[in-house]
């Protein structure tokens, strides 16, 4: 049976979100307390899949996960998965907004509440946790006073909280998650509606080479859905740039893309082509396949009258 990894103990977003995949339910769904620990468990054959955060509408890149797959891991991502996320203040029974002193939760999530943090609760003291799950866990079982947890409807059903502030996110129309299914080895198959992620490390900073990048993509009409620089941890002023892209290494254009750039640059990191998420995806993905149907269709028609 595969064994998954993920953030737990049960009730994280994580949890849910891995949960939204019907192939994967009947898994081995293995419970770790970090993101860091679950990439290193899936690097090492521990397990066959990782799944992680890693990115948020609201806070950005989960930059603890992305410098992880970037620096630390060969890693290849498999899929991605885009969950809207709900954020709540839970507590022990009985205990009211006023009485809520302390609350713990995993710090991206925090992040995404700071209006509300600031308005309902503005001398509240932040606890860091593993996750929102663990946190929810900790104050429904030790019962600290004044105490509560930021995180899933579900994690208080499980744990026996209480909600004492629903959808307390800062975009609650906007607030969603990304997250990616990782392996030590494989490329999906193209779908006709796909995403390409990879890591740029440059020669040498010098004037122009962000542009002299972009421009490969230019060149060749590549859309980019994301673009992020992060130090090499080498030295200061010192980038690498982290790129999402429209397409899979399995399209000529963007194999040829790859190649150039790999030629241009000190280094190129492949993180992976996937089936891109979204929820127009599925029909995206038979008017490719119906448009790759009829055009080759119309080579194998045009290749048939040579030499007539």
Not at 37 to 46: M, R, Y
Not at 150 to 162: D, I, M, N, S, V
Not at 202 to 231: C, M, V, W, Y
Request: glycine share 6%; aromatic share 6%; hydrophobic share 45%.
């Amino acid at each position: 049976m595969t064994r998954v990894a993920y953030l737990g103990p049960p009730g994280t977003f994580t949890e849910e979100a891995l949960l939204s995949q019907p192939d994967l339910v009947d898994a081995d769904l293995v419970s770790i307390r970090s993101m860091p620990e679950v990439l290193a468990a899936t690097s090492s054959g521990d397990v066959d899949l990782g799944f992680v955060a890693l990115e948020n509408s609201i806070e950005g890149s989960v930059t603890l996960v992305l410098d992880q797959l970037v620096f630390d891991h060969e890693l290849l991502i498999q899929r991605e998965i885009v969950l809207t996320i709900r954020q709540n203040l839970l507590a022990p029974p009985g205990m009211a907004l006023a009485d809520v002193k302390r609350v713990v939760s995993f710090p991206v999530a925090t992040a995404q509440c700071r209006r509300f943090f600031a308005t309902s609760l503005p001398d509240v003291e932040i606890v860091a946790a593993n996750s929102t799950a663990g946190a929810v866990q900790e104050v429904a079982e030790n019962r600290p006073p004044g105490t509560a947890a930021l995180g899933a409807a579900l994690a208080a059903k499980l744990y026996g909280l209480e909600v004492l502030a629903a959808d307390v996110e800062d975009n609650p129309d906007n607030n969603q998650t990304r997250f990616v299914l990782v392996s030590r080895a494989g490329i999906p198959a193209p779908t006709g509606h796909d995403k390409t992620s990879i890591v740029c490390f440059q020669r040498d900073d010098r004037p122009g080479s962000l542009h002299a990048i972009l421009g490969q993509f230019t060149a060749r009409n590549i859309n980019l859905t994301k673009l992020e620089s992060r130090p090499t941890k080498h030295s200061l002023g010192d980038y690498c740039f982290i790129i999402d892209l429209e397409g899979h290494v399995a399209d000529e254009v963007v194999a040829d893309c790859l190649r150039d750039l790999r030629v241009q640059l000190a280094s190129v990191k492949f993180l992976g082509s996937y089936p891109a998420a979204g929820e127009h995806g599925p029909e995206v993905r038979r008017d490719a396949e119906a448009a790759w149907k009829a055009a080759d269709e119309w080579i194998a028609a045009l290749r048939g009258q040579v030499g007539r």
